[in-house]
Antibody, heavy 121, light 111 residues
């Protein structure tokens, strides 16, 4: 059974870096693409970016300049760093298994419950 | 402003049928598969429909999906109070460097 669990600080100060980790169980992260998706309070879903162990990555142009995603295959974890955050980055952040092949996206099948991150001084 | 357009809300009585539309363009829905997600408050979003009209194991056949041109539709029959949730369509967009995109979400109320 595939399970994803996000973790990280729930409160980040403006201009600092938001850092989240997603622990994956039930499957090797090497076998799939992985996306991060966020949902600001009262708003819809926003795709942040995807990463694959082959080095294939892509991200939302609106976040790309502040974003770093990585994989730790020894721990079967993925990580997200978002720099220079503002209150607009306050959201529930989900890690998600991204069913894709190079050049083709199909769907998201397993989602973590999400980590709520508030950006506030 | 979401790339895909969904109605903000729909409603129907228990036992009735409802459809939720998702409108896109020739760079996203037109050439690509559409998927649908159900999001109940306090839970992780759940995959309802993938590859336009396929249901994952465990999703009842009350849920259906279709696609025509640059639009897709989610149908739910035999509405239950437990179906009250937000529903999102998703795909990817060639004009956005193949990034994944979502609709703004539709709130389903079962009256």
């Amino acid at each position: 059974q595939v399970q994803l669990q996000e973790s990280g600080p729930g409160l980040v100060k403006p201009s600092e870096t938001l850092s989240l980790t997603c622990s994956v169980s039930g499957v090797s992260i090497n076998s799939y693409y992985w996306s991060w998706i966020r949902q600001p309070p009262g708003k819809g879903l926003e795709w942040i970016g995807y990463i694959h162990h082959s080095g294939d990555t892509n991200s939302n142009p609106s976040l790309r300049s502040r974003l770093t995603m990585s994989l730790d295959t020894s721990k079967n974890q993925l990580s997200l760093n978002l720099r220079s955050v503002t209150p607009a980055d306050t959201a529930l952040y989900h890690c998600v298994r991204d069913i894709s092949r190079p050049g083709d996206f199909y769907y998201f099948d397993y989602w973590g419950q999400g980590a709520l991150v508030t950006v506030s001084s | 402003q979401s790339v895909l357009t969904q109605p903000p809300s729909v409603s129907a009585a228990p036992g009735q049928k409802v459809t939720i539309s998702c409108s896109g363009s020739s760079s996203n829905i037109g050439p690509n598969y559409v998927s649908w997600y159900q999001h109940l408050p306090g839970t992780a979003p759940k995959l309802l429909i993938y590859e336009n009209n396929k249901r994952p194991s465990g999703i009842p056949d009350r849920f259906s999906g279709s696609k025509s041109g640059t639009s897709a539709t989610l149908g739910i029959t035999g509405l239950q109070t437990g179906d009250e949730a937000d529903y999102y369509c998703g795909t990817w967009d060639h004009s956005l460097n193949n990034g994944r995109v979502f609709g703004g979400g539709t709130k389903l109320t079962v009256l």
